[in-house]
């Protein structure tokens, strides 16, 4: 049975759906079958893998609010052990229309469970929000990676986060867990972003990962192109720490490849 993990910040431009595309893409290239959910209106998952959001008539969105089956939304990438559930701007009205379903934070865990047997993990990139897509996402996940930006700031609704984090365990989903928080947008040339790793290691030490994610111009890029940086660029800095990643996610899960 697949490991879904979430991959969740409040807060906007901290590499989220960066590193759902690349984390997924490197789960694939070790040959883990591995599915990405795009759950963020913006559909920057989605178009970030070479699909047009436009194009795009069986989603996440249909599979949660119209009870489609997911197997009939999920589109193949060429990478051998990718797939996606993709998204598109529809999405924004799903937090209006759940408001009134019963068990409305658990229709993303309905969907997902048809598919999760198939998969060896499942990625989830959620919306820069702590609303109810992002909710059902958590609430349908294992676990939940926190990407955090090496900059000022960088704290800032981390805590409002891990509370949530806390409630959902509480009242919706006991088993999730954090997998970990990821350091992003790194800049070993600034004193403030080595600041930041050290203050993150020292107040979430055992959370950290190892890993940590640079700037990095192809991994900026490779999105223009809708592919991962992998493939676009496997010998950049940033495809050989995304790799890295997710040698570390292998391990953590007793997987190691």
């Not at 806390?166 to 992003?184: A, M």
Request: charged share 25%; hydrophobic share 40%; with cysteine.
């Amino acid at each position: 049975m697949g490991k879904i993990i979430a991959i969740a910040n409040q807060k906007g431009g901290v590499g989220k759906t960066t590193s759902a595309i690349n984390l997924a893409a490197s789960l694939a290239v070790l040959e883990c079958k591995t599915l990405l959910v795009d759950a963020d209106p913006q559909a920057n998952s989605t178009s970030g893998l070479g699909l047009n959001p436009k194009d795009i008539s069986q989603g996440i969105y249909e599979c949660m609010v119209d009870g489609v089956d997911p197997k009939d939304a999920i589109v193949k990438n060429d990478l051998k052990f990718l797939d996606v559930l993709p998204s598109h701007i529809d999405l924004v009205g799903a937090e209006v229309e759940m408001v009134n379903i019963e068990r409305r934070e658990e229709k993303m865990r309905d969907a997902l469970g048809k598919v999760k047997d198939d998969y060896d993990f499942i990625i989830i990139d959620c919306s820069p929000s702590l609303g109810l897509i992002t909710i059902n996402a958590l609430t349908a996940a294992d676990s939940v990676i926190i990407p955090v930006q090496c900059e000022y700031f960088a704290l800032e609704g981390l805590g409002k986060l891990l509370n949530t984090i806390k409630i959902i365990q509480t009242r919706l989903n006991p088993r999730l867990e954090i997998e970990g928080i990821l350091l992003t947008l790194y800049d070993s040339r600034t004193s403030l972003g080595n600041q930041v790793v050290e203050e993150v290691r020292t107040h979430f030490s055992k959370m950290t990962f190892k890993t940590i994610i640079p700037r990095n111009v192809k991994l900026s890029e490779s999105p223009s192109f809708g592919l991962p940086v992998i493939v676009h660029d496997a010998e950049s800095k940033g495809a050989i720490s995304y790799l890295n990643l997710a040698h570390e996610v292998l391990d953590k899960n007793g997987m190691s490849k």
